[in-house]
């Protein structure tokens, strides 16, 4: 299972951390941040693999 952030940071340049299970949100940004609302959840924002996309 991929770890999950523990700081909010995810994706490929931290880790491969995921946000699905954290506390920030469920989806990770491009700016490699986890959270919840559409400008990291958006198809255009958002990281395939490391949370909802």
Request: proline share 4%; aromatic share 14%.
């Amino acid at each position: 299972a991929q770890p999950v952030s523990k700081n909010s940071r995810c994706g490929a340049g931290f880790g491969g951390r995921t946000c699905y299970g954290g506390k920030w949100g469920d989806c990770c940004s491009k700016h490699f941040y986890c959270g919840s609302i559409d400008n990291y959840c958006r198809p255009s924002s958002c990281q395939k693999g490391y949370g909802r996309c």
